[in-house]
């Protein structure tokens, strides 16, 4: 637990190397990739995961601006560098909730300041009235996710905020250790937004190729290694998103959005070592040959049910049994058989009797 003063001024630490900042810029801009995805189902499921909120599919969603408050602190003390964050509000049956989500590779030990600040700004900056007293602030609720395993993370991230009057407030953020989520674990969590950042496994191996130089001994087996990890770590996600898919959790386009995400990735962290620079491309044709056939065969199963539902409405609006049968068919020569069936029948229940016996 981390305890300081609310009037003590304090003073955070930036990183002043200009790469590090570029690269910090870089990873943030993926991760928004990922939560800025085409389904909001998955981010849902991930945040409902996490919480316990229960929210629905329902839900709106909305991505608070994170640079906005950061340039309102800014202005009192230097911000520490840092991974990630997710700034989520959500709105459902009238009802809000709002999200900090942290993501970090190392322990950070001052994390729960940046939180506990960000979070102070952002309701600041969201007052309407001062007129009000006393105005009453709610902080968001944060959630660190750590992607790198490191023993000395705690379960829980606390400070706490000494105020004038002698009283002290308790400010908690719960942490996921990511490392001890396998890919079965996560999908079983419904976590599986998550599955492209397994990639970060590798990242300690390339870091430690890039701070030894290409004087280590055998520095070309060294590379060959983190290339097959690479392109086994790939292979096991794909897999599981494979998984996701076949059960219509995600759709063609978010398969898409995965792949991206997961190629973007492992050129973010391959930069700079130039023995690995094409290897972000050897994943991209990877990804490609499975995403293809997907994209082609859903494109097929997909007009051929709309074949189907447009002789079918020659008998009028079609009922929610015969519609979900229909949609939920995922083999194209069951479809096809569906298809002469619909061309003969004289009614809805006509129709589903024969296709379900066929």
């Known amino acids: 637990m981390f305890a300081y003063d609310l009037y003590t001024p304090v003073r ?212 060959n290694g983190i290339k097959d990890d690479i392109f086994k770590v790939t292979k096991e996600i794909l897999e599981h998103i494979n998984i996701i898919y076949k059960e219509r959790t995600i759709e063609v386009s978010e398969y898409n959005e995965f792949g991206v995400v997961i190629t973007n990735l492992i050129l973010y962290l391959c930069q700079e070592v130039d023995k690995l620079s094409h290897v972000d491309e050897e994943v991209r044709d990877m990804i490609k040959t499975l995403y293809d056939p997907k994209v082609e065969l859903r494109g097929t199963l997909n007009a051929k049910r709309e074949d189907i539902f447009n002789l079918l409405e020659d008998l009028g609006s079609i009922p929610d049994d015969a519609k979900k049968l229909v949609e939920k068919e995922e083999d194209l020569l069951v479809l096809k058989k569906w298809l002469k069936i619909a061309a003969k029948v004289n009614s809805f229940d006509e129709f589903v009797n024969r296709a379900t016996l066929n």
């Not at 560098?81 to 709002?98: A, N, P, Q, T, W």
């Open 12 to 223: 955070l630490i930036i990183n002043e190397k200009k790469d590090k900042y570029r690269s910090r810029i870089q990873l943030d801009k993926i991760m928004k990739s990922l939560f800025y995805i085409h389904n909001k189902k998955p981010v849902i499921d991930l945040l409902n995961s996490l919480y316990g909120d229960n929210i629905g599919y329902s839900a709106k969603l909305t991505y608070l601006n994170k640079e906005m408050i950061n340039e309102s602190i800014h202005k009192t003390a230097v911000l520490i560098s840092h991974e990630c964050d997710m700034l989520i509000k959500v709105d459902f049956r009238g009802k809000s909730y709002e999200y900090i989500l942290e993501f970090q590779t190392q322990n950070d030990k001052s994390i729960g300041i940046r939180l506990f600040r960000y979070s102070f700004e952002l309701k600041v900056q969201s007052i309407n009235d001062l007129n009000v007293n006393p105005i009453i602030i709610d902080l968001p609720n944060p959630y660190v996710i750590m992607l790198e395993e490191n023993k000395n993370v705690p379960d829980l991230q606390e400070i706490i905020i000494r105020i004038p009057n002698g009283e002290q407030l308790k400010y908690s953020s719960r942490v996921l250790k990511y490392w001890q989520y396998d890919l079965d674990l996560l999908y079983k969590n419904n976590m599986y937004l998550l599955f492209p950042l397994k990639v970060f496994q590798v990242r300690k191996k390339i870091n430690k190729i890039k701070e030894s130089g290409k004087k280590t001994p055998k520095y070309d087996l060294l590379i």
